[in-house]
């Protein structure tokens, strides 16, 4: 579960050891030593090949505070490494935005019902499915609340799975959501 940056944080620094031929740090994890980890791991990672972290919603990390919830997050990286964060709107935007550099911030928006209903069924496609009109409205429809890549893709986790006569069902609109569901 990452669903706190302790938890986040510990989980990217065993991923970074395992990936290393590491036997992953498996008992300090204060905050403090992982955040001090983190950064040496990325060093020797970055030693040997190029390092992309990929971290969707941070804003959506358990905790009341936006800078403790941040506070991990490396402000000046090795080379060879690239940390590519989401975030919605809102206090945790502006806080990255105060510890990186301004040409390091993109804000893409939502996805219009065109671009996701393009993404989806050029991700169905791609896997040689697609979905019946009676299927594909409501996930549209459904992923109209919450039009962003990431979701897409969660959706079309599940519904290529779906068989010709499977009804729609409705799928939760927040990521945290369709990652339990899928």
Do not use: Y
Request: one cysteine or more; aromatic letters at 2%; proline letters at 6%.
């Amino acid at each position: 579960d990452a669903s706190d940056g302790t938890s986040l944080v510990d989980g990217i620094c065993q991923e970074l050891a395992a990936s290393l031929d590491r036997v992953p740090d498996r008992g300090k994890s204060e905050e403090s030593h992982l955040q001090t980890r983190l950064e040496e791991l990325l060093l020797e990672a970055a030693r040997q090949k190029d390092v992309v972290l990929l971290i969707d919603s941070i804003d959506r990390l358990e905790s009341t505070d936006s800078v403790q919830r941040l506070a991990w997050l490396p402000t000046r990286l090795p080379e060879r490494v690239a940390i590519v964060a989401s975030t919605g709107p809102g206090r945790d935007l502006e806080l990255l935005r105060k510890r990186v550099p301004a040409d390091h911030v993109f804000e893409l928006p939502p996805l219009s019902a065109a671009e996701t209903r393009a993404m989806l069924n050029r991700l169905l496609s791609d896997a040689g499915r697609r979905l019946q009109a009676t299927q594909l409205g409501p996930v549209l429809d459904g992923l109209a609340r919450q039009a962003r890549p990431i979701n897409v893709q969660l959706v079309f986790d599940e519904v290529r799975r779906w068989r010709s006569h499977t009804p729609a069902q409705a799928l939760p609109a927040e990521s945290r959501d369709l990652i339990s569901a899928v």
